[in-house]
């Protein structure tokens, strides 16, 4: 019977509806994209302290439009399974018309709101903190569609999302007037600072003269013909020094793993500025290391690849934390003899982002023994609350020899599936918003304790 009258309603309206106009605008967002890392000193139920870090993967888009003149009921708004295009100044007269941008910063303020916010349920924080790396950001424009129609209800103007196919809304005529004033004419801000150039160059190795064939994510990457390290600059393919562990004899079993070095500074109040773990670790425990906990060396290493917002991979950033800088290195700048033809993993995290990480590499280097001996205090007075800084990042080459699924090494392994990715890593990465959702769920659920209690009363499992 419904359908029998929709249909009849459908009909009608087909007979009688006129569209008086239709116009295509095109809608600006400011789109940031990163994670939330978190390190949180706590502990499972009656567990030992432990040291746990932990990432997942963040975004947020925020009105880039005037939103005390226009509303678009966009409130909620997600971006984050669209494919974004550049905007070429080609297209720009034939999409419609721009909704002039204004600044806009929203987005980065929502993502710092999960800082603090617990997301792992049944560990419990002693102490917390947490912070945003963004990875990506950038005004993009939403096509949404203007229809003036009449319609059973008479003349109306209608809002269309054009990325949902929707109807988002229906306009006052004051709404509909405010659309029509003030459109941008450039939207892609060709005089300003931010005007993307696009540089055309040869891919050809400065060393060797091959092409070195740079993998698609690569930000460093080794030549295969020559063994140089190699970076893409806006004047073409340029040269890196990088340093690679000294004594290691690389072959074809051979993987080498890259990482950012820094050399690091923590300022802490009445205190000499320290500058080695070594005085760090004692400064933490004046009154002694704790068992198997002795960090060496006067720097910060960070996986060069994008390890993190995986429960997997935010363990083995953990572990590689605790095998990398619980020794002494020694590096040379050689290059690897081309006889070796080891694996060379290409650096694929920016400095920038991995100098955000560096912090989290100094919580994530305690071990149990040395976690189990922090407390809010240390922790705040000695990491959270001190002044770091980071020096100029370089890049260490470790070695790994590869066994079945891992790479591995005496003191730690990494399983292969982190390094190589692709959609089966995808599928583990974490949102904010799933880890938020699966923590409240959590909290609602019957703990075990409680559902013990019960069953011993009702007599069932
Ligand atoms: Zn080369």
Redesign the pocket.
């Known amino acids: 019977m419904i359908s029998a009258l929709l249909k009849r309603f459908e009909s009608g309206l087909r007979a009688s509806a006129k569209i008086v106009d239709c116009r295509l605008v095109h809608v600006p967002y400011r789109q940031t994209a990163g994670k939330v890392v978190q390190a949180v000193l706590g502990r499972h139920g009656d567990g030992a302290k432990i040291a746990r870090l932990r990432a997942y993967v963040a975004e947020q888009t925020s009105p880039a439009y005037d939103a005390a003149r226009l509303n678009l009921r966009d409130t909620g708004l997600r971006l984050g399974r669209s494919i974004f295009r550049p905007l070429l100044s080609a297209d720009v007269a034939r999409l419609g018309g721009f909704v002039p941008r204004v600044a806009a910063n929203a987005s980065r303020r929502e993502l710092e709101k999960w800082r603090g916010q617990n997301l792992e349920a049944g560990f419990e924080s002693v102490a917390k903190q947490g912070q945003v790396s963004v990875n990506f950001e950038a005004a993009v424009y939403r096509p949404y569609y203007l229809v003036r129609a009449l319609l059973d209800r008479g003349d109306e103007t209608l809002l269309f999302d054009g990325g949902f196919g929707t109807i988002a809304g229906y306009l006052t005529g004051a709404e509909r007037d405010a659309f029509a004033r003030g459109k941008d004419k450039d939207p892609l801000g060709t005089a300003g600072p931010s005007f993307r150039r696009v540089a055309v160059v040869p891919s050809r ?6 092409d ?1 064939k740079l993998p698609e994510d690569a930000v460093v990457s080794i ?6 390290g ?1 970076a893409a600059s806006p004047e073409g393919l340029i040269l890196v020094n990088y340093d690679r562990e000294e004594g290691a004899t690389p072959d074809r079993s051979t993987a080498l793993l890259p990482f950012w070095r820094f050399p690091f500074r923590i300022g802490l109040p009445g205190m000499p500025a320290i500058t080695t773990l070594e005085s760090y670790a004692a400064a933490i425990f004046p009154q002694g290391l704790p068992k198997g906990f002795s960090p060496q060396g006067a720097s910060v290493y960070v996986p060069a690849w994008r390890l993190l917002t995986t429960e997997a991979g935010d363990e083995a950033f953990s572990d590689l934390a605790q095998a990398v800088h619980g020794q002494s290195w020694n590096w040379t700048p050689d290059r690897v003899g081309l006889d070796g033809r080891p694996r060379f993993v290409p650096v694929s995290l920016p400095e920038e982002e991995a100098r955000d990480l560096a912090w989290a590499a100094l919580f994530a280097l305690h071990t149990k023994a040395s976690a189990a001996r922090l407390n809010t205090l240390l922790l705040k007075r000695m990491l959270f609350d001190a002044k770091l800084s980071f020096g100029k990042g370089s890049v260490a080459l470790i070695s790994f020899k590869e066994q079945g699924k891992v790479y591995a090494r005496p003191e730690v392994s990494v399983a292969r599936l982190l390094i190589d990715g692709g959609p089966p890593l995808a599928a583990q990465r974490v949102t904010v918003q799933g880890a938020a959702a699966a923590f409240l769920a959590a909290q609602k659920r019957p703990s075990m304790a409680d559902r013990v209690k019960t069953s011993r009363f009702s007599g069932e499992e």
Do not use: D, E, L
């Not at 190795?205 to 091959?210: L, S, V």
């Open positions: 190795c400065p060393n060797c003269g091959m070195p030549c295969a013909n020559c063994h140089a190699i």
